[in-house]
């Protein structure tokens, strides 16, 4: 935290240093050149003074000369010497920086003896080496040089009258002559210094100005330079300023168009904003609430504690983060009245100091509705509203244990509509689902309130009347059947009849499991189809060996029947894409049949669960395997512009358990010479969780080869979800009880969508099931789902010699479509 702190602090400095660098600068280049200016006027001060001792050593000397002329006297002579020696010296000095390679020293030191102040001549060269050709400055130089020959004059002058007054050789005449020379040279020098003092004075006074202008030009240009970065920084503050405005006006737009409810607070707690969808949730004016301590507003109840949260506020003000969107709570009004939510709560910082929060919630309203009605759909049957074979199952288990603990009879049916087929087969799954709607209806107004009815499968219905006996069972049986027997059902003009065989066993065996129960009244309602359909087969529990028997004889038999005289089928029905897809070939998948004696096509429905629960599953699973591979392979051969690049076979989950199965289908493999990539297994979801491990071990197991996978009826069960990260599947096939109805149930739509954003997350390929229309096909399209199958694509074809895809008609223009999404005729 601290290394943090420092780093902020420097980038703090850095940005201060960015802001302020321009004054800076212009206070920088004020004080050099002042000082330079400065320095420039004490080095022409010093030149002044310097011409002032030189004239007035020139002055000196010519007086002391004309006294030592006059007199004799030697004083005057040494006076003379020291006079002289000042203007010798300073020409010396000027000699000395003058040649080729100035001699600075030698400069220093004769300006020293001219009497200059020692602080001054470093001035006094710089000035003389920077300016001796500036035109003022240059002239007084010229003047400077001017007076050296009288000044060399006057020197010799004096050494020749100190030797000749120093021999005695002095005459009068000498004197007259010396005293004429010495006025006559007095006279030379006199205007010779008055020049070069002039020169120096003017020279001085254009420096003083030039500097005294160049400072005032250079302070103007300095301050235009400020005021302009002034108004750069102003400028800038204000796009900041309207910057700052502009993305607050857009956070406080968003904010308050989101669906999401948005609080802030102030460090103490107090409400400081709230959005619109805030104002709805918490039931408050904005103007109103603003300033208010939230527990003022409201109160936050854990659901699961089901206690007040009292800390949540403390807590997000101390610095603590909290996101509670997996937490519900109850947010609690003034008024009592209580909204589900989930609240995630964050501190506001200012320089590492919190100086308020922001609450966001989310109102769970319509996900608990949501939530509700996937529960109800989880235990019951959409198409009919009735509760379906898990809710069933459940409430027997519970009425089986209820026994063991408080003896009683309960009674148990089990319906199974006669000729159900033939609705469906020649008007379709509509007709089928009015149908079922309809027994639906007569079957709950011949129960008493308390009694269960519940959709097993498709034509099946279950019923469980607790505390019922025999007698008032086999009434009831028989009102059932009158019911759907008297039930006139017409569609598209036809009138179907309709009848249905009911198994009724009675409860009492508190040791009687599930399984148990369920097989025998399962076999009451076969004997009951067996005995010539439209009755009732009434069973005890004590006759379940018989039952047992008359089961095994009337199924396996039948079913053995099958697999040595080869009465089952293979048809195949197309699966189309409705996306984009590279794919060379048609995508099938074989739908099994078993034929009967008359050679009519019985479907899966009416024995596959007989064959899975007497265990022949794994036999007809292997002649399945066996039959299509071989059927490909001659399809291959024989229809080689007809390619099937993915074939989909059914897969019982008795199978995933046989260890011996893989070895068996990759030996089918290598005989047909199929390529395993063209084969994709399809695996239903009760069987999947039924052994879940097997699953997955089978499914990786082909997957190594080269096989695919597909998962059935995904999303019938509340259990789909979390078992699918188990089964490493490549397709899922949405139940087809989602898709028929989704143009109008947005339930259906809705977990159509959802299926296939799980899907695109998990990476896995969808297909949808009972596409029955254009409009459903073009609906599951938009959505992003794959790939469609049903009566809408393409009917299923006895897959034999004369299989042919490709068997479908195009959606028209009309539709408002992109052409080319293929539909069945």
Not at 417 to 431: E, M, P, R, S
Request: contains cysteine; aromatic residues 8%.
């Amino acid at each position: 935290m601290g290394h943090v702190t420092r780093l902020r602090d420097i980038k703090s400095r850095f940005r201060l240093f960015a802001l302020l660098w321009p004054f800076i600068a212009v206070v920088l280049v004020q004080a050099i050149i002042a000082g330079a200016s400065l320095y420039t006027l004490s080095a022409v001060r010093a030149y002044v003074a310097g011409e002032s001792a030189w004239s007035k050593g020139q002055r000196d000397a010519i007086y002391s000369l004309a006294m030592y002329a006059n007199t004799g006297d030697a004083r005057f002579h040494d006076r003379f010497q020291q006079a002289i020696a000042v203007p010798l010296a300073d020409r010396e000095a000027r000699l000395a920086m003058a040649q080729p390679v100035p001699d600075y020293d030698a400069a220093f030191d004769s300006f020293l003896r001219a009497g200059n102040h020692p602080e001054d001549i470093p001035g006094m060269i710089w000035l003389f080496r920077n300016f001796r050709d500036v035109s003022y400055l240059s002239n007084a130089v010229q003047r400077w040089i001017d007076a050296d020959p009288k000044i060399l004059e006057v020197a010799a002058l004096g050494e020749a009258m100190h030797q000749d007054i120093s021999n005695n050789r002095a005459s009068p005449e000498m004197r007259a002559e010396w005293s004429r020379k010495i006025q006559s040279l007095n006279g030379e020098t006199a205007p010779l210094a008055d020049a070069f003092s002039q020169s120096l004075g003017r020279g001085s006074r254009a420096i003083t100005t030039l500097l005294l202008s160049v400072n005032v030009i250079t302070a103007a240009l300095l301050i235009l330079l400020a005021m302009r970065r002034t108004g750069n920084l102003l400028q800038q503050r204000q796009a900041f300023e309207d910057a700052l405005n502009a993305e607050r006006e857009r956070a406080q737009i968003t904010l308050a168009s989101i669906g999401q409810a948005v609080v802030a607070t102030d460090a103490e707690g107090r409400l400081d904003y709230m959005n619109e969808a805030a104002e709805r949730l918490l039931d408050w004016r904005g103007t109103d609430a603003r300033g208010k301590p939230l527990d003022q507003l409201f109160r936050l109840m854990n659901e699961e504690a089901d206690k007040e949260d009292r800390s949540f506020m403390a807590r997000v003000l101390s610095g603590e983060a909290i996101d509670g969107s997996g937490v519900p709570q109850q947010l609690v009004r003034p008024d009592l009245s209580s909204v589900a939510i989930s609240l995630v709560g964050a501190p506001l910082y200012v320089e590492q100091r919190v100086v308020g929060a922001v609450l966001v919630f989310h109102d769970r309203t319509k996900e608990q509705e949501f939530l509700a009605q996937l529960s109800w759909q989880a235990r019951h049957d959409t198409l009919t509203s009735l509760a379906n074979r898990f809710e069933f199952e459940t409430r027997l288990s519970a009425s089986l244990e209820g026994l063991a603990k408080r003896p009683s009879t309960h009674a148990l049916m089990y319906l199974d509509l006669d000729q159900f087929k033939i609705v469906n087969d020649t008007c379709g799954h509509a007709a089928g689902d009015e149908l079922l709607r309809k027994v639906s209806t007569a079957l709950r107004q011949n129960l008493r309130s308390g009694d269960l009815l519940a959709r097993l499968g498709g034509d099946e219905f279950g019923v469980l009347m607790e505390n019922c006996p025999a007698e008032l069972a086999a009434g009831t049986g028989e009102r059932l059947r009158k019911a759907v027997e008297e039930l006139h059902f017409v569609w598209a003009g036809r009138a179907f009849s309709t009848s249905v065989s009911i198994g009724v066993v009675g409860l009492s065996d508190a040791s009687m499991t599930l399984e148990e129960t369920l097989r025998s009244v399962d076999i009451a309602c076969y004997m009951a189809k067996d005995k010539g359909r439209n009755r009732i087969q009434l069973q005890q529990i004590g006759d379940l060996e018989l039952e047992h028997r008359l089961g095994e004889m009337a199924w396996v038999q039948r079913l053995r029947e099958a697999l040595e005289q080869n009465r089952f089928r293979i048809y195949a029905q197309e699966i189309v894409p409705l996306q984009a897809d590279e794919t060379t070939g048609a995508h099938i998948e074989l739908l099994i049949r078993l034929a009967d004696a008359d050679n009519n096509m019985i479907p899966p429905g009416a024995f596959i669960p007989a064959a899975e629960r007497y265990g022949l599953m794994p036999l007809i699973d292997r002649w399945m395997v066996r039959s299509a591979f071989e059927r490909l392979a001659v399809h291959k051969r024989t229809q080689p512009d007809n390619p099937i690049a993915i074939c989909a076979i059914n897969l019982s989950g008795a199978s995933f358990g046989d260890d011996s199965f893989v070895s068996y289908v990759l030996e089918q493999f290598v005989r047909s010479g199929v390529a395993p990539s063209t084969i994709c297994f399809e695996i239903t979801e009760t069987s999947a969780i039924a052994d879940l491990d097997s699953a997955a071990r089978f499914i990786k197991s082909l997957q190594a080869h080269g096989c695919r996978f597909s998962l059935d009826d995904f999303g019938s069960g509340m259990s789909s979800f979390s078992y699918l990260k188990a089964l490493p599947v490549d397709y899922l096939k949405i139940d087809g009880g989602f898709v028929k109805d989704m143009l109008v149930d947005r339930i259906d739509r809705a977990m159509v969508e959802m299926i296939q954003h799980i899907g695109e997350v998990t990476g896995k390929r969808t297909i949808a099931e009972f596409v029955e229309n254009d409009d459903i096909a073009i609906a599951l399209r938009d959505i992003g789902v794959d790939y469609a199958q049903g009566y809408g694509i393409a009917r299923p074809q006895p897959f034999d010699d004369g299989f042919a895809t490709g068997k479908r008609r195009r959606l028209g223009a009309a539709s408002g479509a992109t052409p080319g999404l293929p539909l069945a005729s």
